[in-house]
Every structure is written in C-alpha cells, then in structure tokens.
C-alpha cells in the first residue's frame, strides 16, 4: 500500500515570476560597467528613470558586495551627493511587464487577482523604502517595505491586493510597472498601502537614497507572483533568460579582434551591402531604428570572390520585422554583385567594441 504520511509539494507550473532577468544576470547594454546617465536601461529590462541628472551611479554588481546566497549578480545603484527631492522630483528603477504575462490576473476587473512581490535588498541605510506597481499613469498602488539592519541582505515580502480599476495591458502592450524609489518629492508620492488614481512612484515619508551622499542601494531576486504566497525564487537557466531578455532588446557585439559582427544578404547594389538576419527569438515589436557604436573605420565589408574592404561608414538601418533586420554598409573599395553572401566584421582592434542592436521596448 502507499505510504500516504508524506505528501509531495506540487511543483510550480508555467511562468511564476512574471519579471524577466530579476535576478540581475543578463547585461547587454553595458557589460558590468558603471553609468550615471537617466531614462536609460541598466541590466536588461531594468530602466533608470530620474528628473534630475547626475545624482545616481548604476551598476550590475556595484560595491563588489557578496550576494545572497543562491544569486551571482545584483543590481547596484549608489548616491552621488546629498540631494534634497523637491515636490516634482523622482528617482526610480523599474521594469514594465508585457501584457501577455500578466492577462491572467484580470486586473481592471472585479475578479483581480492578488500579487505577492519579493526581493533581495540591501542598503547602507536603514528605515522605511518605497516604491510602487502601476500603469504608468493613471493607476498605481505605492508600498513600503523595512531595512531594519545597513549593509546587510534583507528578504522582503509583500502581498498586494488586485487592481479593481484601471486600464491593464493585456498583449504586448505594457502592462504593470513594478518600480523601486530612490526618492520622490510630494507630487509622485501617496498613501502607501492602497490603490489611487494618480501616478505615484512611491509612498509618502519613504526613505530618500538620493538624499545620502555616497548611500547605496542593492537589490537582486526580485518576484512578482500570482497569489498571497511568496514562494522559492524561480530560476531559469542562462540562455533561456537570454533569449527571454532578447524578446525586448538584442545586441550584437563581438568580442576583442578581428571578429565577425554580422552576415547574411545579398542584395547588392554597387558600393551599397543591404545585408539581412534573423533576430535570435521574435521581438515584442518591430524595432524602427538601429543602435550602432563606432566609426566607418571599425567596420569591414567583405563578399565571398570578391574580397574585403573598409566601410565608408557604420552600418544604418534599412528594416525590420519582429523576426528579422536589415542593414546597410558602403565601401568606396568594393563593387558589390547581386546572388553573393558578404558578412560584416569589426576591424582589430579598434573595432573590438562596436556594437549594432535593436530595441523593442515598453
């Protein structure tokens, strides 16, 4: 007979986290290095939204601190004076999940769902933090959460009742923002504990990082997940969160020398390479612009019986699809024929760090 004293924990089915890369592993953009910059990504997914410049350091694993156990990586961000927030001031981090990945939840309806969201975090400074689920606008929820002990790892959990009201994303529009504060004047900041019709990025009285000199601000194991119960982090292996990071923004970058950047295509016309590929996964939306780094001289040209030269300048965009690019190079040193594959290359070494990449973000 079965021994039925012992009963098997259910294994946990589908996508539990509704965040991507929130355990900080996944860098496309910067590769480790440290920015002061505002409204830009930090790790992948993750966005540094400010009103004021200048008062923020961002980093993957900022302050080479050990991370909790079970994580490699965190994301860092350290105060770079002593700020005063005015009433119009905010400064966050947060990531907005796709609509598809939160339909589920019926938020905007009288069914909504609860939501638990947990998290790694750790500071030179103790007290009560801020930060907030919203759509960005119109609707936001803020919440605190406690740091009794500096410079420590803390493991937070907070349970937060379904939005009733409000318009949620429910395909690959945007569908909640789930942000962080590192200090928020009067204007974006409300009763914390309870849903408003206001654009709130944090809740009245939270502690300001900002307003440190030199305080930091880690946080890592970041979960938001049907439910009023915080469950084990969700780990997923390295390349599918890749790929999964590469659904919003996909880079190509090769590594130091003379290596291959780009091929496919062969569309030619004269000294024009109209050179086409496929995205590694299909992209939320069709990207409508190119992100490149360098000048024509990092970049090579060359068609298989035709030979090689130097671009006349950095590859442009020309089209994409959700799954696929195209791009154009020019080469005063190559007539290019049609029916030829060609590739592009950065040229060594002062091509190593030249980069072409897409973005299809919220």
Partial sequence: FPDNSVQATAPKVGMVNRLINSDMRIDQRNAGASATA????????????????S????????????????????????????????????????????????????????SAKAITLSFQVYSSLTGTFGGSLSTGGAQSYPFTYSIPTANTWTTISLTIAGATGGTWGSTNNAGIYVGFSLGAGATFSGTAGAWASANYVSATGATSVVGTSGATFYVTG????????????????????LQM??????????????????????????SASSLSGNFPVSMRVAPSALEQSG??????????????????????????????FQVVGTSTGLTFSAGYPSTFYTSSPTGANAFLGWSAEL
Avoid at 38 to 53: K, P
Avoid at 222 to 241: C, H, I, M, N, P
Avoid at 297 to 309: K, P, S, T
């Fill in 245 to 270: 990071c590469q659904r919003y923004y996909y880079r190509i970058f090769p590594a130091a020398g003379n290596k291959l950047l780009l091929s496919a295509g062969s569309f030619f016309t004269g």
């Fill in 38 to 53: 505002i409204n830009v990504y930090t790790v992948d997914r993750w966005h540094y939204q400010a009103s004021q410049a």
């Fill in 55 to 110: 008062k923020v350091t961002w980093q993957q694993n900022a302050g080479a601190v050990t991370p909790p156990v079970g994580f490699t990586d965190y994301l860092g961000l350290t105060s770079s004076s002593a700020y005063s927030v005015l009433a119009g001031d905010y400064f966050r981090f947060y990531q907005v999940i796709e609509g598809y990945n939160i339909a589920d939840l019926g938020w905007g309806t009288a």
């Fill in 295 to 324: 000048t024509a001289g990092n970049y090579l040209v060359n068609q298989a019986g035709f030979g090689g030269a130097a671009c006349t300048s950095v590859p442009i965009f020309a089209a994409s699809t959700v799954d696929s």
């Fill in 222 to 241: 970041v979960q938001l997940e049907k439910g009023s119960t915080a469950t084990d982090f969700e780990y997923v292996d390295y390349g599918r969160q």
